[in-house]
Structures are given as structure tokens and as C-alpha cells.
């Protein structure tokens, strides 16, 4: 396999160096432990490699369909990656993530899958308006769409039709839960760390489009909730996005496997980095007493 992956015990692996990378490499060298970042760009390999020098990874790209094939690469050739490639796989698609979630029984929005944007027309029509037209992979809230009656969920769909790829004309149509707020609660190695919560003008309560987070005393249903989809996915360490209905009961709406935390730990001031270090920390230990990491 070419790529920087035997520069350090611990490889942050990432195209893109942000603030979050940038913390955990710090973070990491605090304690000690010899880091390094690879960039996924240079990665290449066969199918098959030796599970001899087992390096620990955590996948920080930001492309969803780049970090699920470096997943897999890596794992392939015996490193172990946090989060998994599998785990990675379900949290970066909207299907696989709602079929996790309910397969483990737990509280989510109404959630139809269509494999025509025509069939998309009649799910929304069982659901009911005002409803959420989503693609099955996207971040940052980009082409998620509130679709406020069937006129408007005819013309929408009708643009997803003329998309170029055949992945983008499945969709996700969902209920719109509304009157609560939107929280986020980064989840580290099964602990729940804490919680903020999205204000925003508009219906989308993304930070990457503005909205502000703030802190949020964490109740413990939702602390557990948190808890239970982040293992639902796999996913050792998520960002997992709750939804409140009017009457300030939590549902699971997504867990994001990369999760961006600069805003997180701004409005709380806990040091997500330094936990993500510690998980680390404690799995490159385990590696090394030879057990199961």
C-alpha cells in the first residue's frame, strides 16, 4: 500500500486539514503519542495486505465516497480505522442510517424511501405535508428540501429527475418534526459528552448555513438516545442530531461520522478533541497489549 500510513502509531487521515484535525494532532501530541497526519489523496493498494504492523486510523475525510473506500483499503490491509468503513457507510447515507436506527428500535421521523423521484410523489402524499425531501448522501443540509404541498413537491421532484446521476433520484422523503429544536450531541467511545442546540431563522438548523449553536444542559434520555444510535451505526465517535416534537420528545435524525466539533466545544467549552485523543489513546493501548481494539 503506497501513502504516509507508517509515520506514526496514530495516523489522522484527511485531504483536507481543518481546525478539527488540527486540535486532535495537538491534542494527541500532549499526550504523547506519536501522530501524524496522511493525506487520502495519496493513498493506493491492493486488496489484501498483512495485519503484522496493525496501524490505528482515524478517518477524518471529508468525502463520504473517499472515506468509505479508504476504510475499507485500510482495513484491508490490517490497520484498524475509527470509525469503521462499515460504520462510516451507514452514518454517510440517509437510508442506511434510518434502517439502523429502526432495526434497533429506536425514535426517528417518519422516513419513506422512493427509487423513482415519481414514487417519491406518492410517499410524500402517505406522509402527508408539510414534509423533508432529502438526498440519500449530502452534508451541511445542502438539497434538503421542505416541500410545503404537492405542487411544490411535483416541481422540486421534477428537478431531481433531470439530476445526471441515477444514485440522486432515489429519495428520501420524511416528516417534518416541528416546533421543537434541533440538538447536537458528539458522542466519544459510548460516553455522551454533551449537548448544544441549533438557533436559526430559517427551518435548517445547520451550522454550516448559519445557524448558531449553543449550549444545552443534556438530559439523560437524551444523553442515552445519543448513546444507543451512535451504536446502532457502529460509530465510536458521531455527532448525533436529535429533533424535539412540540412537545420536547427526542427523535434520531441523523449520526455523522466525521463529525465537526469547532463549534461544539466554542458554545460548551469541553474538549472534544482532547476525548477524541483519549479514546485513541486507549485503543492504541489495547493494540498493543494485543487485544481486540
Not at 32 to 48: E, K
Not at 96 to 104: D, E, S
Request: aromatic share 2%.
Amino acid at each position: 500500500m503506497s501513502g504516509p500510513l507508517t509515520d506514526g502509531p496514530v495516523v489522522v487521515l484527511a485531504s483536507r486539514v481543518r481546525a478539527e484535525e488540527k486540535r486532535i494532532l495537538a491534542a494527541l501530541r500532549r499526550r504523547g503519542v506519536d501522530c501524524a497526519h496522511a493525506d487520502t489523496r495519496t493513498l493506493a493498494g491492493a486488496p489484501t495486505g498483512s495485519a503484522a504492523d496493525r496501524p490505528l486510523v482515524l478517518n477524518r475525510e471529508i468525502g463520504h465516497a473517499r472515506a468509505v473506500y479508504a476504510g475499507t483499503l485500510l482495513e484491508a490491509g490490517g490497520a484498524v480505522v475509527v470509525n469503521s468503513a462499515a460504520a462510516t457507510e451507514v452514518c454517510g447515507d440517509k437510508w442506511r442510517t434510518a434502517l439502523a436506527l429502526g432495526q434497533a428500535g429506536l425514535p426517528t421521523p417518519r422516513t419513506h424511501l422512493a427509487l423513482t423521484p415519481e414514487a417519491a410523489l406518492t410517499a410524500l402524499d402517505e406522509l402527508g405535508y408539510p414534509a423533508v425531501v432529502k438526498p440519500l448522501v449530502g452534508s451541511w443540509g445542502r438539497l434538503v428540501t421542505r416541500v410545503a404541498d404537492r405542487a411544490m413537491a411535483a416541481a422540486v421532484l421534477e428537478h431531481v429527475a433531470a439530476l445526471p446521476s441515477p444514485r440522486a433520484h432515489i429519495v428520501l422523503a420524511q416528516e417534518l418534526v416541528a416546533g421543537g429544536r434541533s440538538i447536537r450531541v458528539v458522542v466519544v467511545g459510548g460516553e455522551a459528552l454533551g449537548a448544544t442546540w441549533h438557533r436559526t431563522e430559517g427551518w435548517r438548523a445547520n451550522v454550516a448555513r448559519g445557524a448558531s449553536a449553543q449550549a444545552l444542559a443534556l438530559r439523560p434520555d437524551q444523553a442515552k438516545l445519543a448513546v444507543r444510535a451512535a451504536d446502532a451505526t457502529g460509530a465510536e465517535i458521531a455527532g448525533v442530531d436529535l429533533i424535539e416534537d412540540a412537545d420536547g420528545r427526542p427523535r434520531v435524525l441523523e449520526v455523522n461520522h466525521g463529525v465537526e466539533f469547532t463549534g461544539f466545544q466554542d458554545a460548551t467549552g469541553i474538549d472534544v478533541a482532547g476525548h477524541i485523543a483519549d479514546h485513541l489513546v486507549t485503543r492504541k493501548a489495547c493494540l498493543e497489549a494485543g487485544g481486540d481494539a
